[in-house]
């Protein structure tokens, strides 16, 4: 019988098989895709210290690294962010398709079993324990364990399999669509954020250099959205990089609807996308992920050792990651709220009221410039970001 | 008795998995890179539709 069964070889999956791993559970990885990390469903930013927290960086896996942030108004207005106060997001770019793979090698050498192309695809509670159905390639077996962590993404059916339901809305998700752009131009030592309803409703676009071109993308909210996403990055791409070249498309689905209330049931944990651990402002998910896994993978090794898997000694995992950044994203889910909202001409005035001698921007900086001059506008917001 | 159901175009999907995020009837699933409509299961509320990066699903009227 296996302590703990994890369903999802992203980064939050790997790093709580790791953690499992490293202190002696038995311990099984299982990963749908043939490939761990392709396709690839992210732009790949995260910051140097959300990363450096549970990985050593590599060469290998970073494509490329950042001095910092520039995000334009409606109207072109830029402000630059320095890395460090640019969030959780910006720093390096990832090679995800390595970097994946790299967690999982790191899971593995610490004695995680891993399977690719592996479904798990059923799960039945029985005398406090949980008997897994595996599918692979077409042969269907099952096995046991006291616990499942579901790191299985967005669209993740673990949790609905243990009665969490995480349905979301159409406007608690970002639908997405990124190009890997070559023959393009731009600061390659930025990340790039565009902001705006008419360019991107209840989104933005990004780009983020890589080694070879840029990750062009955009996320919109469907509830907002008149287009699909990839109809509004078109006319973006078309405009501003006519010359550039498709190289890679990928679609994605990042859930940003903030909090949700636990991502624990009997015998089960929730990590990551899955339990919509994503930054409701930025999209950003590998930080959350990763914090998840290490948390989830702690609490899995102090219930095997009590051997309590109900749900109320899990709740521990619920605490550590609200602690961590429950708050936050309940925080920033409200903003988000606000923000969505904000015409054009609305942001615009923002960014252009912002004054250029401030030498460190950090985002509460810029509110208590901001606040300064507009205290109406910034009135309601004040309190989500100060 | 004509119904309505989700259909997807499989060479427009990009198999991201939003459709599968936003369905409550669970009426979807990504298995490996491929998108799997459970017809019996879809009542054609249509929402996948509505959040899908590719447009690459539609709600069709299906004689069963």
Known sequence: MFDVVVVGAGPGGSITAKTCAENGLNVLLVEKRQEIGVPVRCAEGISKSA????????????SREVVGAKIYAPDGTEITLSEERAGNEVGYVLERKVFDRYLAKLASN?????????????????????????????????????IVVGADGVES??????????????????????????????????????????????????????????????????????????????????????????VELVAGAVPVCGEIESAV???????????????????????????????????????VKRGDFSKNFLKRYDKLWKDDFGKDLARKRKLQQKLIKMDDETLNKIFRSIPKNIKELSVRAIVLEIFKKHPKLLWDIKDLIL | MPR?????????????????????FNANELIETFLQIYEDRCNGCGMCVKVCPMNALEVIECST
């Not at chain 1, 079993?113 to 949980?130: H, M, P, S």
């Not at chain 1, 008997?131 to 077996?141: A, C, I, P, Y």
């Not at chain 2, 997807?8 to 936003?22: D, E, F, L, T, W």
């Open chain 2, 4 to 24: 309505k159901v989700a259909v997807v175009n499989r060479y427009r999907c990009a198999y991201c998995g939003a459709c599968v995020s936003v369905c409550k």
């Open chain 1, 265 to 303: 049931a009997d015998n089960l944990m929730l990590v990551g996308d899955a339990a919509r651990h994503a930054d409701p402002i930025t999209g950003g998910g590998i930080a959350n992920a990763m914090k998840a896994g290490y948390y989830a993978g702690k609490v899995a090794v102090e219930a």
């Open chain 1, 51 to 62: 990363l450096e927290r549970f990985v050593e960086p590599k060469k290998f896996f970073i």
């Open chain 1, 110 to 146: 610490a004695g995680a079993e891993v399977l690719v192309k592996t479904t798990a695809y059923a799960f039945e509670r029985k005398d406090g324990i949980v008997r897994v159905k595996l599918r692979r390639m077409g042969e269907e077996w099952e096995v046991e364990t006291k």
């Open chain 1, 157 to 246: 059916r673990v949790a609905k399999a243990f009665g969490i339901d995480t349905t979301l809305k159409p406007n608690e998700l970002e639908s997405c669509v990124q190009y890997l752009m070559t023959n393009i131009d731009f600061d390659p030592d930025y990340c790039h954020f565009w902001l705006g309803k008419s360019i991107a409703p209840g989104g933005y676009i990004w780009l983020f250099p890589k080694k070879v071109g840029a990750n062009v993308g955009i996320g919109v909210m469907p509830s907002l959205a008149k287009r699909s996403p990839k109809e509004y990055l078109d006319d973006f791409v078309s405009e501003r990089f006519p010359n550039g070249r498709i």
